[in-house]
């Protein structure tokens, strides 16, 4: 998905409004300078990630690599928003991983992210990849979780992959 050139297309942190880098999720906000209808950082509520990467038609505008959700969709944990293709990164940079779900819990005032990871059959639970998994979650989701390993049946519903217990009282 080129971005026309008449339109200024921004990705922005949800939580700060600042401008995020390539290969990072953010929120589309669209600047249209048009005469009739001008709309100015109108916030479309769309999660979206760009690339500055050359593509293969030759264009050389920056682009969309797709829409990943709706602003919606994601959860505030430690005042930061997390989203589930934040997880799926995750699951995509670790292979022995088959399957992530990270459930946000409160304890007294402070929110408590655990990582559960159920690994594929030809893996086994290690310090070394428990390490690696939270490193890298850190790194996408700037949040520290404790991981643990589990089967995948015990997973809370195959397709979510954040779940949330806090109670909002
Ligand atoms: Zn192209």
């Not at 991983?97 to 655990?114: A, K, P």
Request: hydrophobic share 35%; aromatic share 2%.
């Amino acid at each position: 998905m080129h971005i026309p050139d008449e339109i200024l297309l921004e990705l922005v942190d949800p939580a700060t409004g600042e401008p995020v880098g390539p290969g990072k999720i953010g929120e589309v906000v669209v600047t249209l300078p048009n005469a009739t209808y001008p709309l100015v950082r109108f916030g479309t509520g769309d999660l979206s990630i760009s690339t500055d990467e050359p593509c293969p038609c030759g264009r050389s505008s920056s682009r969309l690599v797709r829409i990943v959700g709706r602003i919606d969709q994601v959860t505030k944990v430690k005042g930061m928003f997390v989203h589930p293709e934040q997880v799926e990164q995750i699951e995509k940079k670790i292979p022995e991983v088959e399957s992530l779900q990270l459930v946000i819990t409160r304890v007294g005032h402070e929110d408590q992210m655990t990582i559960q990871a159920a690994l594929k059959s030809t893996a086994s639970h290690s310090d070394e990849l428990r390490s690696r998994i939270s490193e890298v979650a850190r790194e996408i989701t700037r949040l520290r979780g404790e991981v643990v390993f589990v089967d995948r049946a015990d997973l809370a519903g195959e397709e979510r992959k954040i779940v949330d217990k806090r109670k909002w009282e």
